[in-house]
């Protein structure tokens, strides 16, 4: 059984700094691109960031570029999310995504998700 468990996520002022992890299981964990996609309340969710199996590229959404770090450790089965400089609009549940048929240079797609996390909920005050 493949689990994704996202953890990090709580409440912080405009400004500061949150690190996500999502510790995988059940998949050979190697073989997936990993990603982090956000869902806003009311909205669709939408693509944050995604790193390549052996984490050699990574690509971002525009909004979180130069913001936000996506890394991994397929050691450990664990992909990260640093958040740096968190704005209100980035509060959301993140959701951890893994993606057998990631083709780099592009985002994520939903329809394309494999397996997806329970989420982490991120709160960002003003």
């Known amino acids: 059984q493949v689990q994704l468990v996202e953890s990090g996520g709580g409440l912080v002022q405009a400004g500061g700094s949150l690190r996500l992890s999502c510790a995988a299981s059940g998949l050979t964990f190697s073989a997936y691109a990993m990603g982090w996609f956000s869902q806003a309340p009311g909205k669709e969710r939408e693509f944050v960031a995604a790193?390549?199996?052996?984490?050699?590229?990574?690509y971002y959404a525009d909004s979180v570029k130069g913001r936000f770090t996506i890394s991994r450790d397929n050691g450990k089965n664990t992909v990260y999310l640093q958040m740096n400089s968190l704005k209100p609009e980035d509060t959301a549940v993140y959701y951890c995504?893994?993606?057998?048929?990631?083709?780099?240079?592009?985002?994520?797609?939903?329809?394309?998700?494999?397996?997806w996390g329970q989420g982490t909920q991120v709160n960002v005050s003003s």
């Open positions: 790193i390549n199996r052996g984490s050699f590229t990574t």
């Open positions: 995504a893994a993606d057998l048929s990631w083709v780099t240079g592009r985002p994520m797609s939903v329809p394309n998700i494999d397996f």
